[in-house]
């Protein structure tokens, strides 16, 4: 019975010391060519139209890492050591990547990287006639072809190795991406939200998760048509990816539900990322960047304080998100204006890209919080001497304390400015202002509901 060939365990064979010294000087002399092959290469190419895109201007551009590339083969052909197994030279398989990656950005087909590869077969085997040293025997000559043909062989098809695993990687990624919006789809959200959680279990971490959707979306596709639909689904996801840390995540989990997970977050932190979403969405609107009317209801819900499972924290969640939304309509029934989105305490650029931390105001954003509707009315004794001047942080006090939010938690760091004596703290004043405000506008809606 005839022995199966085993290509797998295929050695190179053993070289002579004639063989080596001749294979070696040929080694140096294509390394030191390598930029006339290449030249070569792209001149025939250009000559028989085998590859179009070397029609780009510039000759470097053209050539590209093709230089380097042949002279790894010349270091592959003067390194087959004896009974050394055959297989695709590191340093060779590097420089084929690279070479592919260099292509493919400059816009060459997979058929026109391998035709190249192909050129480059016939073009070396030229400049090895040319070269090789004439006294050798004709079996060292094959033995030096098949040695060409097997390395040039193992890079074509290294290169389909690196197309199958980039087109694996992009259908798998494009797999768990929603298509309108980039972010993740249901089932990838799910997942990942399963993972974070097992790590904030295991290192006793907090995570906070916040359910959001658009509101009367049904009436902007009906109104306004579907395309604005679009920009409005799409403007909101690009808001909260401008929004989180790299370790947060989104998904869009439905028509225009989207859900984002706050890593190692408080629950004060969750609520102020969702003041930010809102102001950012209402200088959307004023922009035009999203439809007129583009607007949100929320709900957060936090690991492992208020759930202990992926499932029940989204219920938890997706249940405050509906008392939201009829808290809101219920107050738009009853003539009550909700007050704006606080205005941002940092610019982007000047946040510490930490939703965990606790804010510091200064002292100059310790100030009187002034009206902001006409029902919100906050009434504040604070001293005008004393450093109260108007601030977004002095009014994001008052909005913190509306949503029933512990604003003592808000680290505030009160400095004298003229008076070294220590001055009365106005913060209780504002608050206590602010606390009142909301038991006047919730006797007011009640009357309303009432009449």
Request: glycine residues 6%; contains cysteine.
């Amino acid at each position: 019975m005839r022995a199966r060939h085993d290509f797998a365990s295929e050695r190179v064979e053993p070289l002579g010391s004639r063989e080596q010294v001749a294979f070696g000087d040929l080694a140096l002399a294509l390394r030191a060519a390598s930029w006339d092959v290449a030249m070569g290469v792209v001149d025939t190419g250009l000559e028989r139209d085998l590859i179009p895109s070397y029609a780009a201007p510039g000759t470097i551009t053209r050539l590209a890492t093709l230089p380097a590339f042949i002279g790894g083969l010349a270091m592959a052909i003067n390194r087959p050591a004896p009974g050394r197994h055959r297989g695709t030279n590191p340093i060779l398989a590097r420089l084929a990547r690279d070479h592919v990656i260099e292509r493919e950005q400059a816009g060459f087909t997979a058929r026109e990287i391998v035709q190249e590869f192909l050129l480059l077969r016939r073009v070396m085997w030229r400049f090895v006639q040319e070269t090789i040293d004439p006294t050798l025997d004709a079996r060292s000559v094959l033995k030096l072809e098949d040695l060409l043909n097997s390395i040039l062989d193992e890079v074509i098809a290294e290169c389909t190795v690196i197309y199958f695993d980039r087109a694996t990687q992009e259908l798998s990624e494009r797999s768990r991406r929603d298509s309108l919006t980039g972010l993740l789809n249901h089932q990838a959200f799910n997942n990942r939200l399963d993972e974070e959680i097992d790590r904030a279990r295991r290192y006793g971490s907090e995570l906070q998760v916040i359910y959001c959707d658009l509101d009367d979306f049904t009436a902007i596709n009906d109104e306004l048509g579907h395309a604005e639909g679009d920009r409005a689904l799409v403007g909101l996801a690009r808001i909260v990816m401008d929004s989180i840390r790299d370790s947060d995540f989104c998904g869009r989990i439905g028509g225009d539900e989207f859900v984002i997970g706050l890593v190692e977050t408080t629950d004060m932190a969750a609520h102020l990322l969702l003041d930010r979403l809102r102001a950012r969405l209402a200088h959307a609107v004023a922009e035009d960047l999203v439809p007129t009317g583009t607007k949100i209801s929320a709900g957060c819900a936090g690991f492992p304080s208020e759930a202990d499972c992926a499932q029940d924290l989204l219920v938890v969640a997706d249940r405050r998100l509906y008392d939201d939304k009829r808290a809101r309509k219920a107050a738009l029934a009853a003539g009550i204006t909700p007050p704006p989105p606080v205005p941002e305490l940092f610019s982007p650029e000047e946040s510490t890209d930490e939703p965990g931390a606790e804010i510091e105001i200064p002292s100059e954003a310790v100030a009187e919080v002034t009206t902001a509707t006409d029902t919100f009315e906050v009434d504040h004794d604070v001293d005008e001497s004393s450093s109260s001047i108007s601030s977004p942080a002095a009014r994001a006090i008052a909005h913190a304390a509306m949503q029933d939010r512990p604003v003592e938690t808000i680290v505030v760091e009160v400095d004298a400015v003229d008076d070294p004596a220590p001055a009365p703290d106005p913060v209780d004043d504002v608050v206590e202002a602010a606390r009142r405000a909301i038991e006047d506008a919730r006797r007011r809606a009640e009357q309303s509901i009432e009449t």
